[in-house]
């Protein structure tokens, strides 16, 4: 039986060469799978007007409307280490206000955080006149 051409005596058949510039082995570059990563599309809606908040009327005389208040723990620095300070000096970590949670904001305490005016909550005691 002849042999088939560029086969040697007893081989089957020669083996796949890769390209002569990549190494033994190796069928070219390897190919990317097709399948690309979601997006996500965040669409804004620019002619939507904002309702803003109105303010009560009469408003609480503390808080002058808005309920919040600077927090009575770190005095609205939301840290309480050098609460005096505006910057911390350098190499020093801030210690947040467990009250506020570091924001330095705090509910009224005259309003509860409504921003209406109420009145004085309590006992008043009036002195008798002789």
């Known amino acids: ?28 570059a390897p190919r990317r799978l097709g399948i690309s990563k979601p997006s996500w599309i965040v669409r804004t809606e620019s002619n939507v007007r904002r309702e803003r908040p109105k ?3 009469p ?18 620095r939301g840290r309480t280490n050098h609460a005096e300070l505006v910057m911390l000096p350098k190499g020093e970590w801030p210690h947040w206000c467990r009250i506020c949670g570091g924001s330095g904001l705090d509910y009224c305490f005259r ?20």
């Open 59 to 76: 408003p609480c005389t503390i808080c002058k409307g808005t309920g919040r208040i600077d927090c009575r723990n770190c005095f609205g």
């Open 111 to 130: 309003c509860h955080g409504t921003g209406e005016y109420r009145e004085p909550m309590g006992f008043h005691f009036t002195v008798k006149s002789k």
């Open 55 to 57: 303010r009560p009327d």
């Open 1 to 28: 039986m002849p042999a088939a051409p560029g086969t040697g005596s007893g081989c089957l058949g020669s083996p796949a060469r890769a390209p002569s510039g990549s190494p033994a082995g190796v069928q070219g």
